[in-house]
């Protein structure tokens, strides 16, 4: 089957920096993204890894290892705004267009 | 640039009746995702519409569920004799064609089944 496992919760401190972790089971794909989603909001997009490495967009980054299948989303200088959860998604390439998403991460950022 | 837009936000509806939600996808993005959201759940994917297409419905159940996307006018999500499993919020995402791996996500509709 195919599925992507994350923690369900991560605490850290205003300014910290985060790791939200996200390992798969899927035959192949053709990217990891992530996005995140604020309570009675919507998902917005972050950040998405078409190859291995890491990709940074402002405080947040994005990391991708095929070869060990897992991702992360780093999250740095941490703001009470970022408190929401967080889902990393990928689209199986074995046919079928659907997004898998993970279950999410919900973050709190105290003060 | 007005993003996805979802209508109604919020429905109501007896057991047995039919809902149906309305996605209008962000100009120029032409495929258009349903996804259904429990509380503190992840997004299930449902189906994958084009213009006048379904691409990929293999989330969406066997009875019950349609959804299409017609030449002219928003993508519609049709729901019939609905049961108190269906409450949800229900969102839609689009994209374009190149960029499938980022999409953009309406506000949702938050169905309730009384």
């Known amino acids: 089957g195919q599925s992507l496992e994350q923690p369900s919760e991560v605490t850290a401190v205003e300014g910290a920096i985060v790791q939200i972790n996200c390992t798969y089971q899927t035959s192949g794909f053709y990217g990891l993204s992530w996005y995140q989603q604020h309570d009675g909001g919507a998902p917005t997009f972050l950040s998405y890894?078409?190859?291995?490495g890491l990709e940074e967009t402002g405080r947040f980054s994005s990391f991708l290892s095929r070869s060990d299948s897992y991702g992360y989303l780093l999250l740095q200088e941490l703001q009470m705004k970022d408190s929401a959860s967080y889902f990393c998604a990928v689209t199986p390439n074995t046919g079928g267009f659907k997004t898998i998403f993970g279950a999410g991460t919900r973050l709190f950022v105290k003060a | 640039n007005a993003g996805v837009m979802q209508n109604p936000r919020h429905l109501v509806r007896r057991r047995g009746q039919e809902a149906r939600l309305r996605c209008s996808p962000m100009?120029?993005?032409?495929?258009v995702y349903w996804y259904r959201q429990l509380p503190e759940e992840g997004l299930k994917f449902m189906v994958y519409?084009?213009?006048?297409?379904?691409?990929?419905e293999s989330g969406m159940p066997k009875e019950r569920f349609s959804a299409e996307f017609p030449k002219e006018g928003p993508s519609i999500l049709r729901i019939q004799q609905v049961v108190r499993g269906d409450s949800a919020a229900y969102f839609c995402?689009?994209?374009?064609?190149?960029?499938?791996?980022?999409?953009?996500f309406g506000p949702g509709t938050r169905l309730t089944v009384t």
């Open positions: 890894n078409a190859l291995d």
């Open positions: 100009k120029g993005h032409s495929h």
């Open positions: 995402a689009s994209s374009t064609a190149q960029d499938a791996y980022e999409q953009y």
């Open positions: 519409l084009q213009k006048e297409n379904i691409i990929d």
